[in-house]
């Protein structure tokens, strides 16, 4: 883990980590968005040494708001954000359009395919339910699709 990242959050097997880099109030909404997740525990954890390998680590360079964008709208955002995203740092990336979900999967899948260096690896693809009311912009999102996009060293 680098010095300029903060580990947050587990997801499932992985440690997910918010670089310094993000400014507070994003680094405070995407800590509520991975908080609706059913599949991990959010908190302040510790790194030491007990808690993980390298492999599992998550450091989410930047993320793609997409809620109340209709397709394609959150993939374009998300092709022009991983110009940002070194190899080895991830993405996140929320949406409301059920069909992101194919777009984003599909965008990945094809880069695997076209083996491009680096390629794209889709670490995480969820669907919450649960109501989260963004105050900034006074939204109620009912669903929300998740997404966590590795770039990945394909040699």
């Known amino acids: 883990m680098s010095a300029d990242s903060q580990l947050i959050t587990t997801q499932g097997s ?3 980590c918010l670089s310094a880099s993000l400014p507070d109030t994003q ?3 995407i800590k509520e968005l991975l908080d609706l997740l059913s599949t991990g525990h959010t908190g ?3 790194l030491d040494g007990t808690t993980g390998s390298a492999q599992s ?3 989410i360079k930047s993320w793609v708001d997409g809620r109340g964008l209709a397709c ?3 993939l374009l955002k998300t092709k022009v954000a991983l110009r940002d995203v070194a190899a080895g740092e991830s993405l996140y ?3 409301t359009d059920p069909n992101s979900k194919a777009d984003i999967t599909a965008f990945c899948q094809q880069s695997q395919q076209a083996k ?3 390629s794209l690896g889709l670490t995480m693809s969820e669907m919450t339910d649960k109501v989260l009311v ?5 939204q109620r999102f009912d669903t929300i699709y998740h997404f966590i996009i590795t770039k990945t060293d394909s040699n």
């Open 14 to 16: 992985y440690f997910v």
């Open 134 to 138: 963004d105050g900034a912009t006074s």
């Open 44 to 46: 302040n954890i510790e």
């Open 116 to 118: 491009t260096t680096p």
């Open 57 to 59: 680590i998550l450091n």
């Open 72 to 74: 394609p709208m959150p």
């Open 93 to 95: 990336v929320v949406a």
């Open 27 to 29: 680094q405070h909404v």
